[in-house]
């Protein structure tokens, strides 16, 4: 069966494991898969882009419903665009005195500036998102490009749930391969970039300490 949908990864799940009484559990073993790459690494793939406006008077700014992961926020309104560096909450420091941001952070859920904006200025802010598979959401980049990721990765989850199942070293260790696989092939993709130090905050509340993206 071709690994191409989230209701294909289930159905292949199940016969792996020969059960056909897991249904809930195996949405389970998915989701406490993509836990476990969502910690592991960041692909490129799961990074987007939106189109953010500042407010008068305030210096917040909400964050896009999919947000995970800050990766850099620029100033649209001239040419070239204009970085807005990045400080965690716990440097960035407020002044009130209203102009235009230098500074900005993330903080309880929203764009924190280093002061209020003085008017409605607009933004591009790029980030990585969460992309969970759903019912709805049948697929992903991961599951198109390295479909044994998940499959390994929930059956590993259901090796340690399920009693008497002796296959949780071996499906343990078909998981890690894939994801060195994974991380050694889209670490490919940046070593011709300029890369730069950031400081990503997770909505899960994970900080990974210093990563490297390439700033585009």
């Known amino acids: 069966m071709a690994l191409d949908t989230y209701t294909n990864l289930q159905s292949a799940i199940a016969d792996w494991l020969n059960r056909s009484d897991l249904t809930s559990q195996i ?13 592991l690494f960041a692909l490129k793939s799961d990074e987007n882009e939106a189109t953010l406006s500042t407010v008068t008077g305030s210096r917040y700014v909400s964050l896009p419903w999919d947000y995970d992961l800050p990766i850099g926020l620029w100033y649209t309104l001239w040419s070239p665009r204009r970085e807005i560096l ?7 420091g407020y002044s009130n005195v209203s102009t235009y941001p230098s500074f900005w952070g993330v903080d309880n859920g929203k764009i ?10 607009q933004l591009l802010f790029r980030y990585r998102s969460q992309n969970s598979l759903s019912v709805s959401n049948q697929s992903n980049w991961i599951l198109d490009n390295y479909p044994q990721v998940y499959l390994y ?8 749930f ?3 199942e002796d296959r949780l070293q071996t499906f343990q260790g078909l998981f890690d391969e894939a994801m060195i696989l994974v991380q050694t092939h889209e670490g490919q993709h940046d070593q011709m970039a300029i890369l730069r130090t950031d400081y990503p905050i997770s909505r899960r509340g994970i900080n990974t300490a210093a990563n490297f993206y390439s700033g585009v």
């Open 86 to 92: 990045y400080r965690p909450v716990e440097q960035l």
């Open 27 to 39: 949405v389970d073993f998915i989701s406490l898969a993509e836990g476990k790459m969502t910690i």
């Open 153 to 160: 990765g929930a059956l590993a989850q259901a090796a340690v």
């Open 112 to 121: 924190a500036f280093d002061c209020n904006a003085s008017g409605v200025y």
């Open 162 to 164: 399920l009693p008497g």
